[in-house]
């Protein structure tokens, strides 16, 4: 990926297929809420809430109206619902968000595409 931007947790880009626990995969929607406490990658349709201790990756195709905490979230998807990222949200250039944004380090990719509340922490 090439990289304009100095991301101090670039591992979450460089993780693959195999380092997630958990896929939910493209065919799949689910309905209620999911807690988790390691790396989860979705792939399918969410709706209903997210919380978690660890990474979330939201891939392209994946659509998810939910709201989400979780460490650092990665979206190349699309987010309807807030977003609290403990460190890091990142919005891909293929990702959307309609909903806040919260979190340590907020980074919006070119092309990417957000509507609502950005908030930064300390």
Known sequence: MNN????????????????????????????????FTKPFMIRGKVSGSIDATSD?????????????????????????????????????STGSVSGDITARQVVLEPGSRFSGKCTMTD
């Open 56 to 92: 979330l990756l939201i891939d392209s195709n994946a659509v998810v109206n939910a709201g989400i905490s979780a460490t650092r979230v990665l979206v190349r998807g699309k987010v309807e619902g807030n977003i609290t990222g403990r460190d890091l949200v990142f919005v891909a």
């Open 4 to 35: 304009m931007f100095d991301v101090k947790d670039t591992d979450l880009f460089d993780l693959e297929e195999e380092d997630f626990d958990t896929i939910l995969a493209s065919d799949i929607t689910f309905h209620g809420n999911i807690k």
